[in-house]
């Protein structure tokens, strides 16, 4: 099956499109989503298994030959991220069953979510550079979507900063490739590689590159460029700012990652220095956010921003540790962040509010919720043995090697602020005196609990397993490390 | 207030017609010249919103009794099916087709797959406008 690698992007698109049909009909809805992600789920798999057993899968759409046509190259890190953005969305899904009202239900909730996915598969899957634009808008004018609906007064104000920022980076996103184009004369992403290694990145292509970092850092929240984010994020209702916190940031910096692996390896001391720096930068502005805000979603936000830098750091470091570090970062990020914003989630439904000091105690009442959120917690800020351990070693570990010794301690240092932020909002929220609940019921409270656990229980078992997990993250940065293999895959035919 | 437009509205049932047959002609024309179902969507949009202005939204929806949302749907289910058919064949995605067929009355002519995935373009280009310009006319 020559377009399997496609069919994560297509299957999606194709339940949105069914979906938009029956807007009104709740069950039809909540029932065809479930079967859309579920049935991408394992095409997802099966194309894992294909990767892992023959290498690079690439398709050139329209039958053109390879630097002509659009090519659509899977390889073992897009695959891994395709994998856990379905799964993601999937509890994401499962939690708005009851997470959300059934106004925005009605009103093509569960299609946007779809197209949001389609594009995100897609900008991880695709090989080519305009291509990724194309797949970027798509996501985008989902998320636009998805940040308004509802039209509360505070997601009003915030979409059209969040719109507007996301033209202006998308309108600079053309401009640079057009820029690169002129350079190199190409937009498969292979044939760029090749043509910069031929003329060996003279000033004009480092501009280029840092013009990426650019674009890339305002959608994947890099400092200083993650100033509209905590704002916007904050705006639309939880299973939506979920979706967006484990999934969208992500996909600027799987952007950065490609582009600074394959094209721009030449004067690494230029742009890899940069990206190390504002890599730190990224994690201590995250730190002081994350210290400074009573509010539970800002505490989490910032924490995005954070682990946006500790990924980026691995990926500056061009070594093996760091490069794996950074990949089994990202997906115990996306992971971790997905549980995380779901357990909030909760207990701002619990509380009814989500300023920390208006709560407390409520370990006597959802014991539960409170251990969950208390493993999550620790496995985000990567005790072991949970799933941001071995990602955060091995990141040092390859800092180390390379002789960054003082981004190793910044980044040391910043674990432990990560588990004090949290921590923090464990402190207030589960102990002390209890405060007088609003009514929920128990049920919804259940159902809410039911997809934010079992994400947790991933996250442990993306830890706990991680000796299983080492053959893959290998070969996703065997493919980083080494330009040619991914070359290779897209032109030899 | 009560604007006399008798004018303008005669005008737009004549012209309504040509701007509507010419988004037709520029569809067709779209394989070799310039045109498509983009700029087609685009015209047939122009056409219906001259039908706006002359006169106004409830009776342009008892005209064109369609929801169109429904046709963005279909558009998008007929260009993706027409992209995804590739599918069936196991040929990369987007594989195009064609052939010369010999049809009565229009002779000898080049049929191609690209027709079709055209043809949802302009769907979802008319639906997806005139959604817009509905909702956002329905407002005031």
């Known amino acids: 099956m020559i377009n399997l690698l496609l069919l994560p992007i297509i299957l999606p698109f194709f339940f949105g499109i069914i979906l938009l049909f029956f807007p009104k009909q709740i069950k039809v809805q909540r029932t065809l989503v479930t079967v859309g992600l579920i049935v991408s789920f394992i095409s997802a798999l099966i194309l894992m298994a294909k990767v892992k057993s023959d290498g690079i899968q690439t398709v050139t759409l329209g039958s053109w030959p390879a630097p002509f046509g659009i090519t659509m190259v899977s390889d073992m890190l897009s695959v891994l991220l395709v994998t856990t953005t379905i799964v993601i969305t999937f509890f994401v899904v499962v939690y708005s069953f009851t997470g959300i009202d059934e106004e925005r239900e009605k009103f093509y909730y569960y299609p946007a979510i779809l197209f949001m996915i389609t594009g995100v598969n897609g900008a991880f899957t695709t090989g080519d550079i305009f291509n990724m634009f194309v797949f970027f808008e798509v996501l985008l004018i989902a998320s636009y979507v998805l940040i308004v609906l509802g039209g509360e007064k505070k997601q009003l104000r915030e979409s059209i900063k969040y719109v507007l920022v996301n033209v202006i980076s998308s309108a600079l996103f053309v401009i640079t490739i057009a820029l690169l184009y002129s350079v190199v004369g190409t937009v498969n992403m292979a044939d760029i590689a090749l043509k910069i290694t031929d003329i060996g990145q003279p000033g004009i292509i480092t501009v280029i590159a840092v013009l990426f970092l650019l674009v890339f850092g305002i959608k994947g929240a890099i400092f200083p460029l993650y100033f509209w984010l905590p704002g916007s994020y904050a705006a639309p209702p939880m299973p939506v700012l979920t979706l967006f916190g484990a999934l969208l940031t992500k996909v600027g910096v799987y952007a950065i990652t490609r582009t600074y692996t394959l094209f721009f390896v030449h004067d690494t001391a230029m742009t890899h220095g940069l990206l190390s720096i504002l890599a730190i930068l990224t994690i201590i502005a995250g730190c002081i956010g994350a210290l400074a805000y009573f509010d539970l979603k800002q505490i989490m936000i910032y924490n995005i921003v954070i682990a946006v830098g500790v990924i980026l750091f691995g990926v500056a470091q061009m070594n093996d540790a760091g490069m794996s570090g950074a990949i089994f970062y990202l997906i115990h990020d996306m992971l971790i962040k997905g549980a995380l914003f779901l357990l909030i989630g909760i207990i701002i439904a619990v509380t009814g509010t989500s300023n920390l000091r208006k709560m407390g105690g409520l370990m006597k009442t959802h014991a539960g919720l409170g251990w969950m959120y208390l493993i999550a917690a620790f496995g985000l800020a990567g005790i072991p043995p949970l799933s941001g351990f071995i990602g955060k070693m091995l990141i040092i570990q390859g800092a180390f090697e390379a002789g960054n010794v003082w981004g190793s301690i910044i980044m040391l240092v910043s674990s432990l602020i990560v588990l004090l932020s949290v921590i923090r909002i464990f402190i207030y929220a589960f102990w002390g005196e209890p405060v007088a609940l609003p009514k929920t019921r128990r049920r919804s409270y259940r159902s809410l609990m039911m997809p934010a656990v079992v994400l947790v229980l991933i996250s442990v078992a993306y830890g706990v397993g991680t000796e299983w997990l080492i053959p893959y993250m290998t070969d996703a940065s065997d493919v980083l490390l080494n330009p040619s293999i991914y070359i290779d895959a897209v032109l030899k035919e | ?140």
Not at chain 2, 48 to 54: P, Q, Y
């Open chain 2, 1 to 140: 207030m009560k604007t006399n437009d008798v004018i303008l509205q005669t005008a737009t049932k004549v012209v309504f017609f040509i701007i509507f047959l010419f988004s037709i002609h520029i569809f067709f024309a779209g394989h070799f010249t310039p045109g498509g179902g983009f700029v087609g969507g685009l015209l047939t949009t122009g056409a219906i919103v001259l039908l706006l202005l002359a006169f106004d939204l409830k009776t342009v929806q008892n005209a064109l009794p369609f929801n169109f949302m429904i046709v963005t749907a279909i558009g998008l289910l007929l260009a993706l099916g027409t992209a995804a058919s590739s599918l069936l064949f196991n040929i990369p995605f987007f594989t195009h087709a064609f052939d010369d067929v010999y049809l009565p009355l229009f002779g000898v002519s080049a049929l191609h797959t690209a027709m079709a995935f055209d043809a949802g373009v302009y769907l979802v280009v008319v639906g997806s406008t005139i959604t817009m310009i509905q909702t956002i006319g329905g407002d005031s």
